[in-house]
């Protein structure tokens, strides 16, 4: 009988800790992936996010495919059953479904010869899939990501996001999604060439914002990573990257250096620096050697800034910006999903570097400023 009372109090203390995790930012925390499948089907997100499996990372020609970041992102925001199937509904027609055929076979040996073709996408899905169940999350990306980093900049920085996400939430079904769509849409900035000595990306990015051949250079239009690729080919742009010597405080200073970079100007593209960063952090942990990571990084965090003329840092006012329940108010409602995925991280990221920045970029997002 003592027996029975221990079990029902500790399922009754399961049930309270689900519980707060789904009516509040928690579920971000969960480091179990039992629990964070127990959670996502008690929210409902379980059948959404299954349900975006069946298709495309990309969709129109190079667009990504945001449902299963937004979907994760509104339920750390506290988003409801309702809300989450009402996001959904709203992004189902405009994606594309997986191809049918099983495209480019992908093996452990031959790999890397498929990076880049888009024909592989059902091979590198398969492949990932197959190494996470025989690896495990962390071997698997300790493993592939040496190799995907010089193409960080896939998909405008979004492969990268996606599977930060699926890290973050012990997904290894988006980390597999994640590392496909990298595989898949590849897109390399060219080598680095040796480390320069300079030790603050910001001493770099003023340099960039002062410079003609940089800042004021004119690119064609395209997506941001075509955009990217563009600014890639200039030929400051090596010397740039290659000036800086990545230091255990880098990956904190760049993620500064792009929330400022937004906060201030609210540029699209500046977002995705936001929110690239933040899921450079989930990975970080599983990249070695670490140096060499932070400067494929920065190079694509460089190629970024280029392609919006590397606008002058400014640092924000010192008035403080509304709280985040009225972000995460704003949030929610959107069906924006940029709106959901710049919130919810920006206030990770404060959580994490206590830089009160990211609430005000939060919030000029949320038209709040």
């Known amino acids: 009988m003592a027996n029975g009372r221990d079990e029902s109090a500790v399922t009754a203390t399961r049930r309270a800790w689900l519980a707060g995790a789904l009516a509040s930012a928690a579920p971000a925390a969960l480091a179990h992936p039992a629990l964070a499948r127990e959670a996502a089907a008690a929210s409902g997100l379980a059948p959404l996010l299954e349900r975006n499996r069946g298709l495309r990372p990309d969709y129109h020609g190079g667009l990504s495919n945001h449902l299963s970041m937004g979907l994760y992102s509104l339920s750390a925001l506290g988003g409801t059953p309702e809300e989450l199937v009402r996001f959904a509904e709203a992004r189902w027609a405009q994606l594309e479904p997986v191809p049918r055929e099983p495209g480019l076979p992908v093996t452990r040996e031959r790999w890397t010869e498929q990076l880049g073709r888009r024909e ?40 990268l996001i996606r599977t930060g996400y699926g890290v973050r939430f012990a997904d290894d079904h988006e980390v597999s999604d994640g590392l496909a769509y990298w595989a898949m849409a590849y897109a390399p900035l060219g080598a680095l ?40 080919e200039l030929p400051a742009f090596a010397g740039v990257v290659n000036a800086l010597r990545p230091t255990e405080t880098t990956l904190a200073q760049l993620a500064a250096l792009s929330v400022r970079l937004y906060a201030q100007t609210g540029n699209f593209t500046l977002l995705h620096a936001v929110t690239g960063a933040h899921a450079y952090r989930m990975l970080q942990p599983f990249v070695e050697p670490r140096e060499r990571g932070l400067r494929h990084f920065w ?71």
């Open 299 to 369: 190079q694509a965090l460089v190629a970024a800034t280029i392609s919006v003329h590397a606008p002058a840092l400014v640092e924000p006012s010192p008035v403080a910006p509304p709280p985040w329940t009225e972000s995460a108010r704003r949030a929610r409602a959107s069906l924006d999903e940029h709106d959901l995925k710049l919130v919810d991280i920006a206030r990770e990221e404060e959580a994490f570097y206590k830089d009160p920045t990211y609430r005000r970029a939060a919030a000029r997002r949320m038209r709040l400023l």
């Open 193 to 232: 060439g040796a480390a320069g000595t300079t030790e603050d990306p910001r001493v770099l990015y003023e340099r960039i914002a002062a410079d003609p051949q940089l800042a004021g250079a004119t690119l064609p239009d395209g997506l941001i990573y075509e955009k990217q690729r563009a600014a890639s």
């Open 120 to 159: 592989a996408l059902n091979g590198f899905r398969a492949f990932f899939d197959r190494e996470l169940a025989t690896l495990g999350r962390g071997d698997t990306l300790r493993r592939y990501l040496p190799a995907l980093l010089p193409g960080i900049s896939a998909g405008g920085f979004h492969a």
